[in-house]
């Protein structure tokens, strides 16, 4: 059994935690939440072990081998290098981190002593998403000629929440736009060439943005996210011989229809009753530590680090620095 921690108690680490205790293999251990009622309720609803009301005492947990840290973007840096440090494997929630510097001093903690660190970008984990990436790397439908891929859903403006707070790191590039852009990096590889314009908020962070990438073979890419408009959230492939559509919502668990010489099938892919989806990176990150890796060696550090230096490309061109 690997006994894991979940440091901050909100939205996510429910859902996750939910996974979790669904695992084989899998103990909830202890959660942390800066507040030790919190904590003690979280615990409760999802049988941990342990609660602590603060992040520090429970990274100090001798007993705990990895820790799922699912707290606002802005801390993921500060949480990663607390856990590293009192020698806790880590699987912290995307957008990793705030830009490229402080995505690569967490890579470099890591590798200096020697423990596990991953980004979690569940999609790159869940069945039908590694159906695509196979059937495109196949090469069966040709190259891809073009991309479109958006992720946008409606969250009323409210300045307390999150997603429209600058200080913890809000806007739709980095919490949802984050995965039309790993879409267009796992399908397509790493690009500069990226033009992007954005409507940004009286709170300064981005309520949407359109980004258009280009590749070497001309390949057009269109990509849009937001927090303040319900968009398909589909990724749409168009091939020199087929074409996929990832259909709504395509990061999460879902269908994929597929055309291949002129005939159109939906698959589905099933995923085990009750659960959200995060069981496949969780049973990853297992067998990561059970094999005594310290990069995953899907999403691996040089994803991320493109993964970010994409989102800071685009960042820099909509004026949204943090
Ligand atoms: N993979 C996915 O499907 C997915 C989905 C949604 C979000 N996420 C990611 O998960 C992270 C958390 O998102 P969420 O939607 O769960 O957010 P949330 O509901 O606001 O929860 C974040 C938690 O972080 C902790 N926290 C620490 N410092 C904080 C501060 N200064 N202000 C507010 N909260 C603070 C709080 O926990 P305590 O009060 O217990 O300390 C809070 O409950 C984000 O990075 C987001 O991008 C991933």
């Not at 949480?79 to 440090?85: E, G, K, Q, Y």
């Not at 059937?135 to 190259?143: D, F, Y």
Request: aromatic content about 10%; charged content about 20%; some cysteine.
């Amino acid at each position: 059994m690997t006994n894991w921690g979940i440091l901050g108690c909100g939205k996510i680490a429910g859902k996750f935690a939910n996974d979790l205790l669904l695992t084989e293999g899998v103990n909830l251990y202890a959660v942390a939440s800066r507040d030790k009622e919190k904590a003690a309720n979280f615990g409760n609803t999802y049988k941990a072990i342990k609660s602590y009301g603060s992040y520090e005492e429970m990274a100090q947990d001798p007993d705990i081998d990895i820790v799922y840290i699912a707290t606002p973007h802005m801390f993921h840096k500060e949480n990663t290098l607390l856990c590293l440090s009192n020698n806790k494997a880590v699987l912290c929630e995307k957008a990793f981190a705030m830009n490229l510097e402080e995505v690569e001093e967490m890579i470099a903690f890591a590798k200096a002593k020697t423990i596990f660190l991953m980004e979690a970008l569940w999609t790159h984990f869940l069945p039908h998403y590694k159906f695509v990436l196979d059937k495109v790397a196949s090469g069966t439908l040709g190259e891809i000629q073009s991309l479109k891929a958006d992720f946008g859903f409606n969250s009323p403006f409210d300045t307390t929440s999150r997603l429209y707070n600058k200080s913890l790191g809000g806007g739709s590039l980095l919490d949802v736009g984050i995965y039309p852009v790993f879409a267009a990096l796992s399908l397509l590889g790493y690009t500069e060439d990226i033009e992007a314009k954005a409507t940004l908020g009286p709170t300064g962070v981005d309520h949407n943005c359109s980004m258009h990438l280009r590749y070497a073979q001309n390949v057009e890419v269109q990509l849009f996210s937001a927090i303040d408009e319900e968009t398909p959230t589909r990724c749409h492939i168009v091939l020199e011989k087929g074409e996929i559509i990832i259909n709504s919502r395509f990061h999460e668990p879902s269908s994929v229809t597929l055309t291949e010489n002129c005939v159109t099938e939906t698959l589905e892919f099933s995923t085990p009753k009750d659960v959200n989806g995060y069981h496949y990176e969780i049973l990853h990150c297992q067998e990561m530590l059970a094999l005594r890796k310290t990069e995953s060696d899907v999403m691996t550090f040089s994803k991320s680090k493109e993964l970010i230096m994409m989102l800071d490309k685009i960042r820099a061109q909509i004026g949204l620095s943090y």
